[in-house]
């Protein structure tokens, strides 16, 4: 049962120390997850120090993927675990960059705000800080910050300054700082260190806030009497410090932080004991799946130029690994370098390895007629493939050119080509170099009956999230058939083309929007399932 007594709502913010990449997002999103999981009402926050205003310009081979929220805001990779996680679609209040704070903050006092006050970092900054913090919390029993970058950056410093002075405010009683640092495993001595930990601890309160819960990450398993330790020298009490050694699955972090019983820990120190007893029956399924499915596997591979950085296209590959795990099979995702690719016979050569094809989204000439042979193979050999964003733009041009017209392209690489068949949105003509101009966020669409789309999502009127620039030119459409392919979803005043998939192929499938925002681990979505069921034998 639900606490019936009117409560405020409750703050915890997670930092952390040593270096990047720790897992603070799962960790936060996890403690999100086991507190849900309670019954509680939970929002989740990411903090960036970043001087940008959203992700929307970040290179994703640098910082990963740009996840979009059903608002249409931009944001870091994040918020798709925080959604994922959740099970809870998010809104644009989520994701606070520095350059927001410093642009609001510009933009009050050039309004005459201050009221000729001299704008300084304490008190002006903090307090639109905090005001956003306080308008992402209204509502909810318990509301998540996580403070990117890690404590000793310069650049994390306003942040860190805001969540301390909010703890005071708002009393201690209502809000817990959880830690997340590192301890390395020293070969020589065979022993995992906790001085960087340590460390991190004495950074943190030379900050002016004192942790509540350790996070102690490690690459294998720890002892557990290494909390003794981490207790003795960083003054939090052993029932409060959470070893997370590296998990087979992200998935298996909730199960670790509740079996450990931090989540009771926490939910006694805010005061949350009168909440239901959580059942992490179905969780535990999911990650039984994803641990099990190693001898059986589909290979998918994925047609792109961003090879380095997993990140880049995180959720596709977590929407494919939850589809498999549905299906009851594992999976082997194999890069498939699109800048390689020449030809459609160089693509016939680079998929003999693989199942089935995903092309995803992107933006830039670099790659493009990779990704289009791609789809010219898929369509002449009947190959499984699913287009996203970029992927279903390239479907059309490969289409077109397997029909003969062979230069068929896309505004993106040639805008005064003769065929282009893909061309900018009609009331960006002009904008193309101008920021602002993407179609971004939730938008309906309604898919043809008939379709072998309406079969897997089983309706025809559905709502999905976009980003992108371009869209199909409604000048070709009538030649589709003859190409071999059909539309399959369109906008409901039915002049953009949201969905397409070839005739008489067994699984030929592309979306103008990204399905995989929408996929959860335990319930993925309609698009990859359906594709993941058309590679099983």
């Known amino acids: 049962m639900r606490c019936k007594v009117a409560r405020p709502t409750k703050y915890i913010f997670v930092t952390g120390g040593v270096l990047s990449g720790l897992g603070k997002g799962i960790t936060a999103a996890s403690i999100a997850n086991t507190l849900k999981a309670r019954g509680l009402s939970v929002n989740i926050q990411k903090c960036d120090p970043y001087l940008n205003v959203d992700a929307g310009t970040l290179n994703p081979r640098e910082h990963g993927e740009c996840f979009v929220t059903k608002d249409g805001a931009e944001t870091d990779l994040d918020l798709g675990h925080y959604e994922r996680f959740l099970d809870q679609e998010l809104t644009q209040a989520s994701s606070l960059m520095s350059g927001r704070v410093l642009l609001k903050v510009i933009e009050d006092e050039r309004a005459g705000k201050y009221e000729g006050q001299s704008v300084q970092i304490v008190p002006h900054v903090m307090a639109v800080i905090q005001d956003y913090i ?91 009497s290494i909390k003794r330790k981490l207790a003795l020298f960083c003054g939090v009490s052993e029932e409060a410090i959470a070893l997370l050694p590296n998990a087979p699955t992200i998935y298996q972090v909730p199960l670790t932080l509740e079996d450990s019983g931090l989540s009771s820990v926490i939910c006694k120190r805010l005061g949350l004991e009168e909440v239901q007893q959580p059942d992490f029956s179905e969780w535990r399924e999911l990650v039984a799946s994803a641990v099990n499915h190693q001898d059986k596997k589909v290979r998918v591979g994925v047609v792109a130029k961003y090879l380095d950085n997993l990140d880049t296209y995180m959720s596709v590959f977590e929407a494919l690994r939850s589809a498999a795990w549905a299906n009851d099979t594992g999976i082997a995702i194999t890069w498939i370098d699109a800048e390689k690719l020449e030809s459609p016979e160089d693509a016939q050569e680079a998929l003999k390895e693989v199942d089935g094809i995903v092309v995803p989204g992107g933006f830039g000439t670099r790659g493009i007629e990779g990704k289009i042979c791609a789809a ?32 068929a392209t896309t505004a993106e690489v040639d805008a005064s080509g003769k065929n282009v068949v893909i061309n900018t949105m009609a009331d960006q003509h002009g904008k193309e170099n101008t920021g602002g101009t993407m179609r971004l966020g939730d938008y309906p669409c309604v898919i043809a009956p008939d379709s072998l789309i309406a079969k897997l999502y089983g309706q025809t009127d559905i709502i999905e999230r976009h980003r992108h620039r371009y869209e199909c030119s409604n000048a070709y459409r009538d030649q589709y058939e003859s190409w071999g392919i059909r539309p399959a979803g369109l906008s409901p005043d039915g002049h953009l083309i949201e969905m397409i998939e070839a005739i008489d192929h067994p699984f030929f499938v592309a979306s103008q929007f990204h399905p995989e925002f929408k996929s959860r681990p335990n319930r993925p979505h309609p698009m990859f399932d359906g594709f993941i069921k058309s590679l099983l034998p």
């Not at 070969?187 to 930990?197: D, F, I, L, Q, R």
């Not at 059309?396 to 050119?401: E, F, H, P, Q």
Request: aromatic content about 8%.
């Open 134 to 224: 306080r308008a992402a919390a209204e509502g909810f029993d318990v509301h998540i910050v996580e403070i990117g970058g890690t404590v000793g950056d310069l650049e994390s410093q306003s942040f860190l300054e805001a969540i301390r002075e909010f703890g005071l405010r708002i009393g201690l009683e209502n809000c817990l700082y959880v830690h997340v640092v590192y301890m390395p495993y020293l070969g020589a001595s065979n022993e995992v260190k906790t001085k960087p930990a340590q460390n991190a601890v004495r950074d943190l309160r030379g900050m002016g806030i004192a942790p509540d819960i350790l996070v102690a990450r490690t690459e294998q398993p720890a002892p557990e």
């Open 376 to 407: 010219q193979y898929a369509l002449k050999s009947r190959f499984p493939f699913l287009g996203i964003c970029l992927g279903l733009q390239m479907g059309v041009i490969a289409a077109a050119r397997n029909y003969g017209i062979t230069d």
